[in-house]
Each structure stands twice: as structure tokens, then as C-alpha cells.
């Protein structure tokens, strides 16, 4: 499909992998970053460094997904969508760290051999990494829903 995307749905789900490759690009600034830290990492992080990193520059598929979604945006379109997507940037990496405090305090619970624990160790576990998955997924509809509305 060339052009402006057409169809609710569909829109809605571009805007949701666009938000994907914003979040996939600053992870990989992130990463970078943090390999080059001066001081290492200390107990109790979560391995995602100190803030999440906020990157202008889009991937290539990120690019080709703004210009399906807002072919024809102006300049302060595109700083309003810019500002909604590293709003969004933010929001997944409070996310990613939630999730990973869960992991990491599970494991150090329960061990971190899920061959050992108990099937309602492993209920437990799958329900509650369920549970952060589904509000990160409505969350990042909510957001695709708001940057719709920026452009």
C-alpha cells in the first residue's frame, strides 16, 4: 500500500509497530551506552542503564512507517508526533523495568532453574509476566491512539 494508510484498524496498527521501532532504536542507543559506562552496573538495576535513551533519528523501517502514517505532515506535526513517540520511549522503559524487577525478584525467590519450580511457582510466574505484558500492550495502544491524534 502506498500513501496514507487507510482504515482505523490498520492505522492504529502502524502507529503501534512505528512506537516499536522508536523504542528498538533507542534500546539499541541504550545498549551502546552502556557498554561504554564508567562505572559498572550496580545491584539492584535492572541492566537497562540509568534512563531510557531518546533518540531523533528513526530506523529505516520507523521512517517508511511515518511517511505511510503522515505522508504530508508539517514541520510542527512532525515535532508534536516526535514529542508523543519519545513520551512513549519513556513509558516502555518503565515498563521493560517493571517487568524485569518482577523477573529479577521471582528468581531470586524462587530460584532461577524453572525446571525446579513447583507448577504453581510456574502458574504464578506466567500469570503475573502475563499480567505487565497485557498493560504494556494496552498501554502502547493508548499511545499509538494519541500520537493518531497528533498528526
Sequence with gaps: MSGRATGSEERLALAQAFLR???FRSRATQAASGVFASKPDVDGR???GEKAALVREL?????????????????????????RMNA????QDTL??????????FRQKHGFDRV????EQSEEFDFGLAKINAGEDDARRRAAMELLGSG
Design 21 to 23: 521501532e522508536a523504542v
Design 46 to 48: 535492572c541492566g537497562l
Design 59 to 83: 530506523t529505516e523501517d520507523g521512517a517508511n512507517l511515518f511517511k505511510r502514517l503522515w505522508p504530508e505532515a508539517s514541520d510542527a506535526v512532525a515535532e508534536q508526533i516526535r514529542a
Design 88 to 91: 512513549w520511549v519513556v513509558e
Design 96 to 105: 521493560d523495568r517493571k517487568r524485569n524487577h518482577f523477573i529479577k525478584a
Design 116 to 119: 525446579r519450580w513447583s507448577p
